[in-house]
């Protein structure tokens, strides 16, 4: 496998492999991921009502740095990696470092962060580190909003670090990192968006994401989450209009004021389909702390499902190894993972909302 992979890395092939990988047709992939997700510790100083970590009883630690820096040098190729997972990535001790290999190793490291860490100080040794973009989430524009959803978060050090990290990235010399800022809707807070996006642009950050609403991201777990937040979903039949109506004015604020607003197709998988089936265990793996391969950020926990483990096997390896592709198959199927089918993105075609195309 890692022969092969070796070849098939070759620019040229590569370009191959990639056109044939485009649509999901097959357990095989030729051609290696997008992007990555690398959960660098899954423990959290907050318990926002609508995560998993605050509900699930998955085992709590730190990914060790010589297996994340083991692991960069078996994937090779320059990816974006995504620091975050189901805790608070600044809160591991070697986060800088993290990117600092990251970098060095031409990879482009990303973080998400719930900004109540992100000190000016922090902010600072990021962005020397090589970071290439930040995403802060701020699910309101008031603090009882804010505080109600992010419990043990303040409002005003967050918004105050967010608008630090803006002029810190102003005044260091050198690569300037993207950085965004991130909400959940929920029926509790998605009223509050428009005046959320207002401050968002005042902040000066370079676009304002709205998020996909989770209702559970974990086999079996999805009782633990009080009431499985159903009434909170924005995408249901009943919730709907508010949504659409929300979206319509964060369009029209974007327009208005040139500033760019992602947001995920408001009727969930009901409008916007594709005719492949979705596309994450083809393109964006997630590597737990303790480095077992996932097949979709939906899975944190190995102990219900893994791909291997890269403690034990280099990542091409596992790539293409029997667990991911009875996963890709049984995804193609009529009967796959029972999280996967009741996921929004089954008939969904890869992570990014622009991509998605209404086939009705
Ligand atoms: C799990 S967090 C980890 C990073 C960091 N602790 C944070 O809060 O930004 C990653 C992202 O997932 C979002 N998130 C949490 N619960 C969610 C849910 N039920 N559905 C969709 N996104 C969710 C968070 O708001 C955050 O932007
Ligand atoms: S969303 Fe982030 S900050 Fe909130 S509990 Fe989950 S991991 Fe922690």
Known sequence: MEMMWRAISHPRLYRWARKFDEKSLFSFRFSGPDMIIIEPTNRCNIRCIMCGRTYFKTPQGDMDIKLYSKILDQIRIPLGIFHFGLGEPLLHPDIVEMIRIARRKGMHPSIITNGTILTPEMSRDLIRAGITSIGISLDAPTKKGFEYVRPGAHFETVVRNIADLVRIRAELEGEKPLIWVLAV???????????????????????????????????????????????????????????????????????????????????????????????????????????????????????????????????????NGEPYRRFREALLSESPHPQCKSCRMFYGISQLWDEYAPVL
């Open 185 to 319: 809707p929920m029926m509790t807070n998605i009223r509050g968006f428009p005046e959320l996006a207002r401050m968002v642009k005042e902040l000066g950050v370079d676009y304002f994401e709205v998020q996909r609403f989770e209702l559970a991201c974990q086999p079996g777990e999805t009782d633990k989450i009080p009431g499985g937040l159903v009434e909170e979903d924005p995408f249901s039949e009943e919730n709907r209009d508010v949504t659409i109506e929300v979206f319509k004015e964060l369009d029209e604020f974007s327009i208005r004021e040139n500033f760019e607003i992602k947001k995920p197709p408001p009727l969930g998988n009901l409008l916007y389909r594709s005719p492949f089936r979705c596309m994450m265990p083809y393109t964006y793996p997630v590597i737990t702390w303790q480095g077992y391969l996932m097949p979709c950020f939906r899975f944190w926990d190995p102990r219900e499902i893994n791909m291997g483990s890269l403690c034990e096997k280099p990542f091409f390896t596992l790539w």
